[in-house]
């Protein structure tokens, strides 16, 4: 009899370890493939993580060890569905980020391959019925049946489908061809041609010696939009695939992926592609063909990271100062932290970062020599950046009657663009600060009654949505709290901006690009390949515009109102204001027309606003790393987020405070500073309500004993989550 140790379904720390279930069958089970258990008097899905022989029965194990021991329902794969990298990965991630390991591979695999009871529902792999001759006489063949035969021998292999003869029944009842079933892949893309490698520059031919040849680790690649990074990873990828290696590149948006592949596809024979806009099908085979070691090199978003390559030498992660490198669900894994782990099983693997504005952690650590810093300083083809103005929004000269949303300069040079058949970007920042509705005579703001944040107001189709959770309600009639039927609207998005450049200029083309028409598939695509195509001629959108894009008509980018970002409590909203006005500057006038950027603001002389509109990074990193500094934040020190939800709201507050004494009297002797407990932005979660601590510390080591400690014993007899976030994006 086996004895095997399983992890079973659910994701919760208190089920963080292996069960026993015994296996009395004669198939062939390893570590690493999935089973069906009982567990609770329910059938889930669990992993198996060891196998003990036993000589014992199942009643002499019981007594050995105490427990009930029932017996597995049946297994599922074959083979491992994770390599034996991975299985080692999992435990470093499960480890660093306190996370329970089911977690962890589920987060690792596609849809089909998930350690889940749900996943056994998803697609399994597709066939293509092929024919092939199989009997050299053919001396019983009518001369219509030889015909076809003869044919069939000349190609070889023959997808049935592709045989206009009704004979083909007949040849194989006679046995003279034979049935065979391929592999089919789901996903098709069109061919591209392949290019010729490009001449380098004396920069770029630097960068790409030092990535292939030196011994550093770590690489960071700074340059600006357009200064041919992309051009540095593609050489670089060339070379390690000429040496028998892998690579793996990482792109921090799905619509970037669309253009990235595009080029990649058009320089390597083979490429897979791995992302969440494919569908289930289509990533189970990519993920299959890298598994079966029939690709060189693999593009794709965050969970890319977790592609089965094998002799990885080397791993790109692009525009490496994007959040969207770190997960913002358990476990929150960061990309680039994966991509370091991955380099101790990858002999000799090269992680390269590419950014115009690196985030201030690897600036820091490019200035202390612990990554090597590699710059490129021009732009390609020398094309200038944007001129830029900066528009003071409190200063009537400004202003007319006209508009209170667009400036007169604004709005001259958008007419101009217009005139000339040139394009517009126009960049609204509202992370976090869409439109809302509040009671005129009350005040009362009107919130997602599940997430305890502001409702959106949608124009179009006149509801409120919550863009936390996804909620939708209509609008009420009068308010809940003083029955007013008098609402307002205060601040404004992409609908509203929309709006307004409808009645300035009725005879442009607008389109509109925000989370709103990124929640179908395939939406953002359609609208930038109609930007692209020049079928419009303003684009108004959320900082997903801002991104990557090489609109090549666009000479006037406009930010309606470059402040929003800044008045979030994040100690990280300076950075992201800077980065997202720098990126969505460079995006006009990147060809041979000259560009021109106008930032609209209250605060025109507030550091980021100047440094963005001068795109000067050091000046940025210079100012910004004295606050950091004063204020004790990243990159002087490390965050980790501590978050208690529960139904009751009185434990959650009880339970905050308890362990916030907990946690002093356990860093007593370390330099660990314990902040809260408090309300985080998120007040309420999934109907819970939750409280947070944040943990600034100088060393890991310091917190991870004491995180673990909790991880492991807290969550078992309380009604309370613990969920912890190492390095997380924001602390409020
Ligand atoms: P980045 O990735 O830094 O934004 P890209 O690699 O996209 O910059 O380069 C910008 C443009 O310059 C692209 O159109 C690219 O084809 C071109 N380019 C880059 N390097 C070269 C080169 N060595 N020779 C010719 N064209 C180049
Ligand atoms: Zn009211
Ligand atoms: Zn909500």
């Given at each position: 009899m086996l004895l095997l140790g399983v992890i079973i379904e659910y994701a919760a720390n208190s089920l963080d370890r292996p069960f026993s279930y015994a296996y009395n069958g004669d198939l062939d089970v390893k570590i690493g493939v999935r089973v069906v258990v009982p567990f609770n008097n329910r059938k889930v899905v669990g992993y198996v993580t060891s196998i003990e022989k036993t000589d014992d029965t199942l009643e002499e194990l019981e007594e050995n060890t105490g427990f009930k021991i029932k017996e597995i329902i049946s297994i599922i794969d074959k083979e491992p569905i994770l390599n034996e990298e991975l299985m080692m990965l999992s435990n470093d991630i499960a480890s660093y980020y306190f996370s329970p390991l089911i977690s962890v591979y589920q987060t690792m695999l596609p849809p089909s391959l998930k350690p889940k009871l749900s996943s056994l529902n998803k697609p399994k792999i597709a066939y293509d019925t092929y024919v092939e001759v199989c009997d050299e006489n053919t001396n019983d063949l009518t001369p219509k049946q030889l015909e076809l035969y003869l044919k069939i021998k000349d190609e070889g292999l023959v997808l049935k489908s592709d045989i206009k003869s009704s004979l083909v029944p007949t040849l194989l009842k006679k046995k003279k061809i034979r049935l065979v079933l391929k592999e089919k892949m789901r996903l098709v893309l069109e061919d591209v041609e392949q290019i010729q490698d490009k001449d380098l520059t004396l920069e770029q031919r630097k960068a790409v010696e030092e990535i292939t040849t030196?011994?550093?680790k770590v690489y960071l690649l700074e340059g600006v939009t357009g200064s041919g990074k992309t051009e540095v990873y593609i050489q670089s990828s060339k070379k390690m695939i000429e040496e028998g290696k892998t690579v793996l590149m990482l792109v921090p948006e799905i619509s970037l992926t669309v253009q990235m592949v595009k080029r990649f596809r058009a320089c390597f024979s083979n490429v897979a592609i791995l992302h969440g806009e494919l569908t289930p099908a289509e990533r189970y085979d990519e993920y299959r063909r890298i598994s079966r070691g029939e690709v060189d090199l693999v593009i794709g978003a965050r969970s890319a990271i977790f592609a089965p390559l094998t002799n990885i030498g080397l791993i790109i992660i692009d525009e490496?100062?994007?959040?969207?490198?770190?997960?913002?669900?358990?476990?929150?894994?960061?990309a680039l932290e994966v991509a370091k782990m991955r380099q101790k099983y990858n002999e000799n693997c090269k992680i390269v970062l590419g950014s115009a504005t690196p985030s201030l952690e690897t600036k820091t650590r490019a200035l202390k020599g612990v990554y090597k810093q590699l710059y490129l300083t021009k732009r390609f083809n020398d094309s200038s950046l944007p001129e830029t103005e900066i528009v003071d929004m409190l200063d009537w000269k400004n202003l007319d009657n006209e508009s209170s949303m667009f400036s007169l300069s604004l709005r001259h040079e958008i007419k101009e663009r217009l005139d000339k058949k040139e394009q517009v970007l126009l960049l609204v920042n509202r992370r976090g600060f869409s439109p809302f509705i509040s009671c005129r005579k009350c005040g009362k703001v009107l919130k997602?009654?599940?997430?305890g944040l502001p409702l959106s107001y949608h124009k179009k189709d006149n509801l409120l949505k919550c863009h936390h959770c996804g909620l939708v309600d209509k609008m009420p009639f009068s308010c809940s709290k003083c029955q007013s039927t008098m609402f307002t609207k205060t601040g404004f998005g992409t609908e509203k901006v929309e709006e307004e450049i409808k009645r300035l200029f009725p005879n442009s083309r607008v389109l509109r690009l925000d989370s709103d028409v990124a929640s179908i598939r395939s939406a953002v695509g359609k609208v930038i390949t109609t930007f692209e195509n020049e079928e419009a001629d303003i684009l108004i959108g959320t900082?997903?515009?801002?991104?990557g894009h090489d609109f090549k008509n666009v000479t006037l980018v406009g930010i309606v109102l470059a402040d929003l970002g800044l008045n979030i409590p994040s100690y990280k909203a300076s950075e992201r204001t800077f980065n997202l006005i720098t990126q969505a500057i460079g995006r006009a006038g990147r060809h041979e027309k000259r560009g021109k950027a106008i930032i609209q603001t209250y605060?025109?002389?507030?550091y980021v606003i100047y440094d963005s509109s001068i795109q000067d990074y050091n000046r940025f990193f210079n100012e910004e790393m004295v606050y950091r500094k004063e204020a004790q934040n990243p990159p002087y020190t490390y965050l980790t987020m501590i978050t208690f939800a529960s139904n009751n709201e009185k434990e959650v507050i009880d339970k905050s405070y308890y362990f916030k004494d907990l946690l002093i009297a356990k860093f007593a002797s370390k330099k660990v500073e314990v902040i809260g407990p408090s309300e985080p932005f998120l007040v309420r979660v999934n109907d819970k309500y939750r409280r947070k601590i944040l943990l600034k510390y100088k060393n890991y080591n310091d917190i991870s004993p004491v995180l673990k400690e909790i991880k492991e014993n807290v969550?078992?007899?309380?009604s309370i989550d613990v969920i912890i976030n190492v390095d997380p994006m924001d602390d409020y």
């Amino acid at each position: 009899m086996l004895l095997l140790g399983v992890i079973i379904e659910y994701a919760a720390n208190s089920l963080d370890r292996p069960f026993s279930y015994a296996y009395n069958g004669d198939l062939d089970v390893k570590i690493g493939v999935r089973v069906v258990v009982p567990f609770n008097n329910r059938k889930v899905v669990g992993y198996v993580t060891s196998i003990e022989k036993t000589d014992d029965t199942l009643e002499e194990l019981e007594e050995n060890t105490g427990f009930k021991i029932k017996e597995i329902i049946s297994i599922i794969d074959k083979e491992p569905i994770l390599n034996e990298e991975l299985m080692m990965l999992s435990n470093d991630i499960a480890s660093y980020y306190f996370s329970p390991l089911i977690s962890v591979y589920q987060t690792m695999l596609p849809p089909s391959l998930k350690p889940k009871l749900s996943s056994l529902n998803k697609p399994k792999i597709a066939y293509d019925t092929y024919v092939e001759v199989c009997d050299e006489n053919t001396n019983d063949l009518t001369p219509k049946q030889l015909e076809l035969y003869l044919k069939i021998k000349d190609e070889g292999l023959v997808l049935k489908s592709d045989i206009k003869s009704s004979l083909v029944p007949t040849l194989l009842k006679k046995k003279k061809i034979r049935l065979v079933l391929k592999e089919k892949m789901r996903l098709v893309l069109e061919d591209v041609e392949q290019i010729q490698d490009k001449d380098l520059t004396l920069e770029q031919r630097k960068a790409v010696e030092e990535i292939t040849t030196q011994n550093d680790k770590v690489y960071l690649l700074e340059g600006v939009t357009g200064s041919g990074k992309t051009e540095v990873y593609i050489q670089s990828s060339k070379k390690m695939i000429e040496e028998g290696k892998t690579v793996l590149m990482l792109v921090p948006e799905i619509s970037l992926t669309v253009q990235m592949v595009k080029r990649f596809r058009a320089c390597f024979s083979n490429v897979a592609i791995l992302h969440g806009e494919l569908t289930p099908a289509e990533r189970y085979d990519e993920y299959r063909r890298i598994s079966r070691g029939e690709v060189d090199l693999v593009i794709g978003a965050r969970s890319a990271i977790f592609a089965p390559l094998t002799n990885i030498g080397l791993i790109i992660i692009d525009e490496e100062h994007s959040e969207t490198y770190k997960q913002d669900v358990s476990p929150f894994y960061h990309a680039l932290e994966v991509a370091k782990m991955r380099q101790k099983y990858n002999e000799n693997c090269k992680i390269v970062l590419g950014s115009a504005t690196p985030s201030l952690e690897t600036k820091t650590r490019a200035l202390k020599g612990v990554y090597k810093q590699l710059y490129l300083t021009k732009r390609f083809n020398d094309s200038s950046l944007p001129e830029t103005e900066i528009v003071d929004m409190l200063d009537w000269k400004n202003l007319d009657n006209e508009s209170s949303m667009f400036s007169l300069s604004l709005r001259h040079e958008i007419k101009e663009r217009l005139d000339k058949k040139e394009q517009v970007l126009l960049l609204v920042n509202r992370r976090g600060f869409s439109p809302f509705i509040s009671c005129r005579k009350c005040g009362k703001v009107l919130k997602c009654p599940t997430c305890g944040l502001p409702l959106s107001y949608h124009k179009k189709d006149n509801l409120l949505k919550c863009h936390h959770c996804g909620l939708v309600d209509k609008m009420p009639f009068s308010c809940s709290k003083c029955q007013s039927t008098m609402f307002t609207k205060t601040g404004f998005g992409t609908e509203k901006v929309e709006e307004e450049i409808k009645r300035l200029f009725p005879n442009s083309r607008v389109l509109r690009l925000d989370s709103d028409v990124a929640s179908i598939r395939s939406a953002v695509g359609k609208v930038i390949t109609t930007f692209e195509n020049e079928e419009a001629d303003i684009l108004i959108g959320t900082q997903m515009i801002a991104k990557g894009h090489d609109f090549k008509n666009v000479t006037l980018v406009g930010i309606v109102l470059a402040d929003l970002g800044l008045n979030i409590p994040s100690y990280k909203a300076s950075e992201r204001t800077f980065n997202l006005i720098t990126q969505a500057i460079g995006r006009a006038g990147r060809h041979e027309k000259r560009g021109k950027a106008i930032i609209q603001t209250y605060m025109p002389k507030h550091y980021v606003i100047y440094d963005s509109s001068i795109q000067d990074y050091n000046r940025f990193f210079n100012e910004e790393m004295v606050y950091r500094k004063e204020a004790q934040n990243p990159p002087y020190t490390y965050l980790t987020m501590i978050t208690f939800a529960s139904n009751n709201e009185k434990e959650v507050i009880d339970k905050s405070y308890y362990f916030k004494d907990l946690l002093i009297a356990k860093f007593a002797s370390k330099k660990v500073e314990v902040i809260g407990p408090s309300e985080p932005f998120l007040v309420r979660v999934n109907d819970k309500y939750r409280r947070k601590i944040l943990l600034k510390y100088k060393n890991y080591n310091d917190i991870s004993p004491v995180l673990k400690e909790i991880k492991e014993n807290v969550n078992k007899s309380s009604s309370i989550d613990v969920i912890i976030n190492v390095d997380p994006m924001d602390d409020y």
